[in-house]
């Protein structure tokens, strides 16, 4: 079966700027997360949709970060304006409804300059 | 608050020898319990899950790991590492009985000696 796709896999931007990442979940999949991974840490949670609803988005910085999945199936996460402390890879993941056992995609590495 | 503890922020082990990476949680009841493995820019693959039963699980590429309730850990061992297991451990844990996102430890970096 395929995996979780994410693109881009690395974008380098200019503080204030802003930036789009897209996640295509694996086929089935109802529930999708985004998760943010800064160098040296383990991945936080940013949001979780359960089909084209928001489960949890608690730890989402909603001034600046804004994620959608529009038919529940592919979603986007975008950030604008950016910040240093942005810099990190941006994980998507994807499960079976209530099976809490997450497939996650190779991520997306922002770096902020 | 709920949290996750990996102590151990690099370890380093010799080929052929034996592994065990530590876990901690914090929490009132017994969550759901994850090991997972991230290779250099790669995403993190599940190694083994812990819901509930044998407190021993069984995982992928020969790691095991124990829930000891009375310590509130779940540490995952490795009788025998080969150089292909040099990557970062997530410990991780799912709060919400299955509904909720994992919250992650915050790695334990192994690194193999020849």
């Known amino acids: 079966e395929a995996g979780v796709a994410q693109s881009p896999r690395y974008k380098i931007i200019e503080k204030r700027q802003s930036v789009a990442f897209w996640c295509n979940p694996i086929s089935g999949h109802a529930t999708l997360y985004w998760y943010q991974q800064i160098l040296g840490q383990g991945p936080k949670l940013l949001i979780q949709f359960q089909n084209n609803g928001v489960v949890d988005d608690s730890q989402l910085p909603k001034d600046r970060f804004s994620a959608e999945r529009l038919k529940g199936v592919d979603s986007t996460l975008k950030i604008q304006p950016a910040k240093l402390e942005d810099s990190a890879v941006y994980l998507c993941?994807?499960?079976?409804?209530?099976?809490?056992?997450?497939?996650f995609g190779a991520g997306s590495r922002l770096t902020v300059l | 608050a709920q949290s996750v503890t990996q102590p151990d922020i690099h370890i380093t082990v010799s080929e052929g020898a034996s592994l065990e990476l530590r876990c901690n949680y914090s929490y009132g009841a017994t969550p759901y319990l994850f090991w997972y493995v991230q290779s250099p820019g790669q995403g993190l693959q599940l190694l083994l899950k812990y819901f509930s039963g044998d407190t021993l699980v069984q995982g992928i590429k020969g790691f095991e790991a124990e829930f000891k309730r009375s310590q509130s850990s779940f540490n995952l061992r490795k009788p025998s590492v080969h150089w292909s297991d040099a990557a970062e451990y997530f410990c991780a844990v799912d709060l919400g009985g299955g509904a909720d996102g994992l919250t992650f430890g915050k790695g334990t970096h192994l690194i193999i000696q020849p």
């Open positions: 993941a994807s499960s079976v409804s209530g099976a809490n056992v997450l497939t």
